[in-house]
């Protein structure tokens, strides 16, 4: 039976968006319409953090593909784009040719050409169970696994709607599980095995602007002069599925690396109207290891001991629902303090940022990820940071110093309070400090949003004139807001141990860590 074509992801809406003040629209657009007004949209509004963070990536893609940003064989890209930003508008001729080109590969379902969007055809044949609409909805429980957003059976499923289930396909392309999964058949033998996805378990960063135009351009990484659109190609552009025997492909350009990166591969079932899935095949992409790098992310480098000796060891940075933004901003910066040096993990900027902000310095971070490992999926992490950022710029670079410095006292005097707290448990009852009870989430429940607050009205008043060669840090100032904060939170969080004599004593005696300063970490 042929699958239909009923949903082309360029003309169907599918896309919630939140439009400009003074601009109208309806709540959800298609691709096409979202190219095409971006300049009145203010940002996508999809409520699920690592969805948007995967279209994100799909958007660059169409994006430059449209404005001609994915080569620079001139050098010119920066004006190129500079000048699509004062038009106020991405190129119209662009968007239809595009949309020409390609608009047979964008149906959701597709019987007649064969090429569902995003989708491997073939699992029609190589696998032979299937996964089931429960494992592709990620916000649902599957198997024998607890209910997170919602109560399904896998006996009775719900079918999704085709909007519905297009962000849940994205996810699973960018932070698909590993391990065990649905078997597909490789010259004649049964694997279930599956690599991670590129985003697994990690946090991006992205630039954020005044409208979804200004988020699109300066979300843009800027390609090699060798780089050429025949060759740095999406997956729907591609004459023919990959091998899935050999080897990923690795990426020669932006376009690449922001959509051809999955290790998973998936294939719808629609109803006879196209309406809903109705069933999926999830499965394995390849077999083999392959490269990735991503643009987004905050990439950290750490010495680990292995047999050989010494062996430098490059990680993106995880995504931890329990964390704020700001204490990752420092991550951000180009320019870092002088007694960061020497720590044993040194810290790599996410790359969109050093032409971010050659486009305009009014941007925000929006972070966007899913803390989740191997074994289970925790929460969707999302952030905006709340001024713009435009001390990225290396031309600021005494106010990154102090940026990264600001930074650095609210997490000590964070630490220096859970270091506290447990020390005057362990005083009060004898054990361990690590079993702190209740006690250690309370303080930090206190303190680190109040910690957070601090941190941003005192960032709005640092240097952006490069005058001030302490980037307008009153630090004196900065330390005693933090270590106040630190001390409010430990009277609140131990006075009911101050009841007795012994619980006074304890309290007080542990006190003294909240000025504890913290050694540096050297390199070993």
């Not at 999830?282 to 992310?297: M, V």
């Amino acid at each position: 039976m042929e699958s239909p074509q009923a949903m082309n992801l360029f003309d169907e809406p599918w896309i919630p968006v939140r439009w400009l003040p003074d601009r109208d629209g309806p709540g959800h657009v298609g691709l096409r319409d979202l190219l095409g007004r971006c300049q009145d949209i203010e940002a996508l509004d999809i409520p699920l953090a690592a969805a948007q963070s995967a279209l994100l990536r799909v958007l660059y893609a169409l994006t430059a593909r449209v404005t001609g940003l994915d080569e620079d064989p001139t050098g010119d890209w920066m004006k190129r784009r500079a000048g699509i930003l004062k038009d106020s508008a991405l190129p119209k001729d662009g968007i239809e040719d595009y949309v020409s080109l390609w608009h047979g590969r964008f149906f959701l379902f597709d019987g007649v050409t064969g090429r569902p969007w995003l989708q491997d055809p073939r699992l029609a044949v190589d696998c032979t169970e299937s996964t089931g609409v429960n494992k592709l909805m990620m916000t649902r429980p599957s198997g024998n696994n607890h209910s997170w957003f919602g109560h399904v059976r896998d006996s009775a499923p719900h079918p999704p709607s085709a909007d519905a289930a297009v962000p849940h396909l994205l996810m699973w392309h960018y932070y698909g599980a590993p391990g065990k999964c649905t078997p597909r058949a490789l010259h004649g033998e049964r694997v279930s095995e599956a690599k991670r996805g590129p985003l697994s378990g990690s946090l991006s960063y992205h630039p954020e602007g005044e409208s979804l135009l200004v988020t699109l351009l300066a979300g843009l990484v800027r390609p090699g002069t060798e780089v050429r659109r025949e060759e740095d190609l999406c997956p729907w552009e591609r004459d023919e599925p990959t091998d899935p025997a050999g080897a990923p492909p690795v990426p020669v350009g932006p376009c690449g690396w922001w959509t051809d990166t999955s290790r998973h591969a998936l294939l719808l079932r629609p109803d006879a109207r196209g309406e809903r899935v109705t069933d999926a095949h999830i499965t394995w992409a390849y077999r083999l290891p392959g490269a990735f790098d991503d643009p987004y992310l905050i990439w950290e480098h750490k010495l680990v001991k292995t047999e050989e000796g010494q062996q430098e060891v490059r990680f993106a940075r995880s995504a931890k629902a329990n964390r704020a933004l700001w204490r990752d901003l420092d991550g951000l910066l180009r320019h870092r303090p002088p007694e960061a040096e020497g720590e044993e993990t040194t810290v790599e900027p996410p790359k969109v940022f050093a032409t971010a902000v050659e486009l305009t310095e009014k941007l925000r971070v929006r972070a966007l990820g899913f803390d989740q490992d191997k074994a289970k999926n925790t929460q969707f992490v999302s952030g905006l940071t709340p001024a713009t950022v435009g001390h990225l710029t290396d031309r600021l670079a005494d106010t990154q110093v102090a940026v990264g410095r600001l930074r650095r006292l609210g997490e000590r005097y964070g630490e220096n309070l859970t270091d506290a707290v447990r020390e005057a448990w362990a005083l009060y009852t004898g054990g361990d400090p690590k079993q702190a009870g209740k006690l250690v989430p309370q303080a930090e429940a206190l303190y680190w949003p109040a910690a957070e607050r601090e941190f941003w009205a005192r960032f709005d008043l640092l240097d952006r004139t490069e005058q001030d060669p302490d980037g307008g840090l009153d630090i004196r100032a900065a330390r005693n807001a933090f270590l106040q904060l630190a001390q409010e939170t430990y009277a609140r969080t131990t006075d009911p141990l101050t009841r007795t004599v012994r619980g006074n004593q304890a309290v007080l005696e542990a006190r003294g860590l909240l000025w504890k300063t913290r050694p540096k970490r050297k390199k070993k």
